[in-house]
């Protein structure tokens, strides 16, 4: 499973460990925390989970 950073784009090659997670990973190319949650080896939510809120860039925008 992979779960591509939020803030560099890289593919993080996560391991079935990771198949049922919810917590945080730390991208090893740029040092950015996620927090990422995962059902059935299926990422089902992504979001920066730290240092650099500035970079902060959602994924999702409320539609309203
Ligand atoms: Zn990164």
Known sequence: M??????CGHALDLRDAYDEY????KCF???ALL????R???VKWVELAGSHPSESRPEFQ???
């Open 2 to 7: 992979k779960v591509n950073c939020l803030s």
């Open 22 to 25: 919810d917590g945080q990973v």
């Open 62 to 64: 409320p539609t309203s």
């Open 40 to 42: 059935d080896g299926q």
């Open 35 to 38: 927090a990422i949650r995962t």
């Open 29 to 31: 190319a740029c040092g």
